[in-house]
Structures are given as C-alpha cells and as structure tokens.
C-alpha cells in the first residue's frame, strides 16, 4: 500500500474510482437523470485536471499491487458555508476508497494524511460535509474528533440532499 500524491498520470483512474465508489454507494437513492447528471459534473477528466492544477488543492491516492485503491481531495481553503469561528479553515472535499477494499484501513490512512496537510498549512480547523443518512460515515469521522457543526444540504444533479457540516479543531 502506498499513499502518494495524485499525478495527471491518475486522471482516469480517479474519474473511474470516483464513479464506482459514488454509485456504488449511494447510486440507489437518485433517479438516473439526477445521478448521471451529477456524474457528468463531478467525475469527469476535466474537473479533475483543474483540481490537480490548482495551487488551493491537494489530491492523495493510495495504491494497492499498482492499482489506485482510494483517494483524498484536500482543499487548502475551505469552501464551507461558515458555520463557526475558524479563521484558517481546511476541508476534505472527498474521501473515496475502492467498495472492494473498504474497511482496511485505507480511509484512516488518508484522514490521518489530510489532518497532517491542515495542520502543516496552519489550519485552525478541518470541516467537511457528509451525507445525513450514512451513520458509517458519521461514526469513521468522529473517531478524528470530526463533530457535527451544522445542517446544509448537497446537490446531486437536480436532487437536493440533506448533509451534515464536521469539524475537528486543529
């Protein structure tokens, strides 16, 4: 296993394990309007170039036998709604790990990763948002500290979802 900095090389890999873990996940709960066209928005090579281009952002990936397994998008700035006092919030934009390999320890080592990011760019705080409805995601958060800070909402095509905003103070 072998956590590195994600490369223009990973862009379609990225796309590829995007769709997989966003569908797998939660593909069940849109119509396929709504989730192909959050798809078509969010996991497409061109949204990932400009992330991987951008000064603001940081993207780790974690390889299994030479094949990308997870990834983190960690956003230097937070892009949040302000929902608390921080003065230099960061923010986990995603955490996406392979459905064929979660639970081995691959989202602890990119969480710990991202919390060692925010706090060596003087970060006073890490937010994130997550679905309201995945307990799972809630619980893997809050063994970092992660608290709920705020309801918000995230939008899947046309389909709005309620969201909680997490932070762990830095």
Not at 84 to 102: G, I
Not at 135 to 143: G, V
């Amino acid at each position: 296993m072998t956590l590195r900095l994600a490369t223009t090389n990973d862009i379609d890999a990225l796309v590829d394990l995007g769709r997989r873990s966003f569908v797998a996940k939660f593909g069940d709960l849109y119509a396929e309007a709504d989730l192909d066209l959050f798809l078509a928005q969010s996991h497409v090579p061109e949204k990932i170039a400009r992330e991987l281009a951008d000064p603001d952002m940081t993207v780790a990936v974690i390889e299994t036998d030479g094949t990308l397994a997870a990834f983190c998008k960690f956003a230097h700035v937070s892009t949040m709604p302000r929902h608390s006092d921080a003065q230099r919030p960061a923010e986990v934009k995603q955490l996406y790990a392979d459905p064929d390999v979660q639970g081995r320890g691959l989202g602890t080592r990119l969480m710990i990763w991202a919390i060692e990011q925010a706090r060596g760019l003087g970060a006073d705080e890490l937010q994130l948002s997550v679905y309201a409805h995945n307990p799972d995601a809630h619980r893997f958060y809050a063994r970092f500290g992660m608290v709920k800070i705020a309801d918000i909402t995230f939008q899947v095509g046309n389909h709005i979802d309620p969201e909680i905003m997490m932070a762990v103070r830095l």
